[in-house]
C-alpha cells in the first residue's frame, strides 16, 4: 500500500471545536462530542483550550466531573459468571454515569446484578396420547388502531411453529382490569358471571412450585383456578358459562401481504378487518396459523409469483412447482379453540374448504360470515387473485 496516499491527518486540535464539544450541553449525545450527562460548561477548561490564562480565583475548585464506568472489571465479571452458573444469563449494567470523585465507591464495589425472572417450564406433552395437543406458552395484552387484544403464544406436538391466537374479548379485559386493581386473596375465582375467553393450558397448574409472579409473567391468572368438581383440567371450561358463538377467523399467514402491504392478495386487510369487526362486537378470535403461502412457505410462494408474472394464476403456479394448490391443515386451529373454550363459531371467511374442515375437525359453525375486500384494497393484481380463487377454488365472493 502506498503509504504516501494514505498518510494519517495529523490535524491541530481545533480549540473552537473542543470549546464547542465542552460547552454544549447534555443535549447532544455521545455521538456527537461527549456523552449524556454532563454538568455544561466549565470556564476553567475553556480558558486552558483557548490557551489563556486563568484568572478564576477559585482555580483550585472541585474537580470537573469525570466518567465512571459501573461495570465490574472483567475478571471479576467472570468470577460472578462461573458462580451462578446456575442462573440463566445476567449482566451486570454496563451503563456509563457522570459522578464527581467524591460519588465514586471506593472500595470499587460493584451493584448487584437485577433480579431475573426465571419462570417454571410448560408441562410436557403427553407421549401416549395421539391426538393434536397444543400449550399456551405466554398471553400478553396488545394494543391496536381496533382496541386492545390479547395475543396468544402457542406451542404444538405436531411442527415447530408459534400459532397465534389473537383474542379480542373487552369484558375479559374489564375483568382483569378490575381484578388487578383488587388483588383478592380471598382464593375465591371473580369470574363466574362471565364466559371469558380464557385459555385452559396457560392458566392450569404448571408446577406445584410456581410462584404467583411466573403465573403473572406468562399471562396467566395471578390465581389458579379452583378445580370445583376435581375432576379434570377441563373443570376452567367446564366451571364457566357456555361461550356464545364467536366471530371466529382461521387465518393463514402471508408475509408479503400482512408485513410489506403487498397488493397481490388481501391478507393484510382481511386481518385487519377481522380484528375489527371482533373488536366491534368485544369478542372473538383470529387464530394465526404458520401456513405461509397456503402451506408451501415464502420461497415457494416468491417462486409461484414469478411463476404467476409468466402467466400462471395463483393455482397452477402452485401446481407447476409441485406443490398442491392448498396445503394448509386445520387440526392446530380446532386444537386452540378448545383449548379456548369455543365450540361454537360465526367462522369469518370465504373459503368454502376451510368451512368443511373446520366442520369436520368437530366445530359447530353456526353462521359463515363473508369477508368482502374493502374497496380501497383492489387493484388489477388483487382482482386477478380473487377471481381465481371464485372461478377455481369456489369462494363465495361476488366481485
Ligand atoms: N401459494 C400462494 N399462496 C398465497 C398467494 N396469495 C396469498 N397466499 C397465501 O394464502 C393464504 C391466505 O389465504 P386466504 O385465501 O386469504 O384465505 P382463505 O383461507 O383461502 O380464504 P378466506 O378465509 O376467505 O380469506 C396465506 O397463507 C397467504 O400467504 C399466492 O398467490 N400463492
Redesign the pocket.
Known amino acids: 500500500m502506498n503509504s504516501d496516499k494514505w498518510r494519517r491527518r495529523e490535524a491541530p486540535l481545533d480549540p473552537l471545536l473542543l470549546a464547542a464539544a465542552v460547552a454544549s450541553g447534555p443535549h447532544v449525545t455521545r455521538h456527537h462530542y461527549h456523552h449524556v450527562g454532563h454538568t455544561g460548561i466549565d470556564p476553567e477548561m475553556i480558558n486552558l483550550l483557548l490557551g489563556e490564562e486563568v484568572h478564576d480565583d477559585e482555580a483550585i475548585r472541585a474537580p470537573p466531573p469525570r466518567y465512571v464506568s459501573r461495570q465490574a472489571p472483567r475478571s471479576q465479571r467472570l468470577k460472578d459468571e462461573l458462580s451462578s452458573n446456575d442462573q440463566t444469563t445476567t449482566t451486570t449494567t454496563s451503563s456509563i454515569l457522570v459522578t464527581s470523585p467524591t460519588d465514586e465507591k471506593s472500595d470499587n464495589s460493584v451493584d448487584p446484578p437485577p433480579p431475573v425472572v426465571k419462570l417454571v417450564d410448560p408441562p410436557a406433552f403427553d407421549p401416549v396420547r395421539q391426538d393434536i395437543q397444543v400449550q399456551c406458552l405466554s398471553r400478553a395484552r396488545i394494543p391496536t388502531p381496533h382496541g386492545p387484544v390479547f395475543l396468544h403464544l402457542y406451542r404444538n406436538n405436531r411442527d415447530d411453529k408459534e400459532h397465534l391466537a389473537i383474542v379480542v374479548d373487552a369484558e375479559e379485559r374489564q375483568h382483569r382490569d378490575a381484578s388487578d386493581s383488587e388483588s383478592s386473596d380471598d382464593g375465591e375465582d371473580h369470574f363466574d358471571d362471565l364466559p371469558h375467553i380464557i385459555s385452559r393450558s396457560l392458566n392450569n397448574v404448571w408446577n406445584s412450585h410456581e410462584t404467583k409472579m411466573d403465573r403473572l409473567v406468562r399471562g396467566a391468572q395471578s390465581k389458579p383456578f379452583k378445580n370445583k368438581n376435581k375432576s379434570s383440567s377441563l373443570s376452567l371450561h367446564n366451571h364457566q358459562k357456555i361461550i356464545p358463538p364467536s366471530l371466529v377467523?382461521?387465518?393463514?399467514?402471508?408475509?408479503?401481504?400482512e408485513i410489506i402491504g403487498s397488493m397481490?392478495?388481501?391478507?393484510g386487510s382481511?386481518l385487519s378487518e377481522a380484528i375489527r369487526l371482533m373488536s366491534l362486537q368485544g369478542r372473538g378470535v383470529v387464530v394465526y396459523l404458520r401456513?405461509?403461502?397456503?402451506?408451501?412457505g415464502l420461497l415457494?410462494?416468491l417462486r409461484?409469483?414469478n411463476l404467476?408474472d409468466m402467466g400462471h394464476d395463483?393455482v397452477t403456479?402452485?401446481l407447476a412447482l409441485g406443490?398442491g394448490a392448498?396445503e394448509?391443515r386445520y387440526g392446530i386451529a380446532t386444537a386452540i379453540l378448545d383449548d379456548l373454550g369455543i365450540h361454537q363459531i360465526r367462522l369469518?371467511?370465504?373459503?368454502p374448504?376451510?368451512v368443511i374442515a373446520m366442520a369436520t375437525e368437530g366445530i359447530n359453525i353456526v353462521e359463515r360470515v363473508p369477508?368482502i375486500p374493502p374497496p380501497q384494497t383492489r387493484s388489477e393484481d388483487l382482482d386477478k387473485?380473487l377471481r381465481t380463487?371464485i372461478d377455481k377454488?369456489g369462494?363465495m365472493?361476488s366481485l
Open positions: 377467523r382461521i387465518h393463514s399467514e402471508c408475509y408479503t401481504g397481490r392478495c388481501d391478507c382481511q401456513q405461509e403461502g397456503r402451506g408451501i415457494s410462494k409461484a409469483y404467476q395463483t403456479a402452485n406443490h392448498d394448509r369469518l371467511t370465504n373459503n374448504e376451510k369477508m387473485y380463487k377454488m369462494h365472493l
